[in-house]
């Protein structure tokens, strides 16, 4: 049974750094990507970081949303099972719940799956709240 366990959230002042992991287990899918993703109160939830792993050679391994480019970054250790995002400079606009969420992914040229359709497995959050 696939498992996506988040941790990490909390609360810190604009300009701070939290990192937040997500523990994954069960975890059949050789070939996969692994999303971060966060939902603002009366807000759709977006997409926010992605990144791939398995057999295929890829330009690139890792996609950003452009809110978040150049100051979250994602990473994955493979032999611990965990995906993490640390996000610096917070603004109080990343305040949100977080989840990570994880599908199965068999290509070497196609963009990583930006929506929350298009993953499978969803854990069950973590609160971020940045105040000013």
């Known amino acids: 049974q696939v498992q996506l366990v988040e941790s990490g959230g909390g609360s810190v002042q604009a300009g701070g750094t939290l990192t937040l992991s997500c523990a994954v287990s069960?975890?059949?899918?050789?070939?996969?990507?692994i999303g971060w993703f966060r939902q603002a109160p009366g807000k759709e939830r977006e997409g926010v970081a992605h990144i791939y792993t398995g057999r295929y050679t890829r330009g690139s391994n890792t996609h950003y949303a452009y809110s978040v480019k150049g100051r979250f970054t994602i990473t994955r250790d493979n032999a611990k099972n965990t995906v993490s995002l640390q996000m610096n400079s917070l603004k109080p606009e990343d305040t949100a719940m977080y989840y990570c969420?994880?599908?199965?992914?068999?290509?070497?040229?196609?963009?990583?799956?930006?929506?929350?359709?298009?993953?499978?497995?969803w854990g069950q959050g973590t609160q971020v709240t940045v105040s000013s």
């Open positions: 969420a994880g599908t199965d992914f068999y290509s070497n040229y196609r963009d990583l799956p930006p929506f929350d359709y298009e993953y499978k497995n």
């Open positions: 069960g975890y059949t899918y050789d070939s996969n990507v």
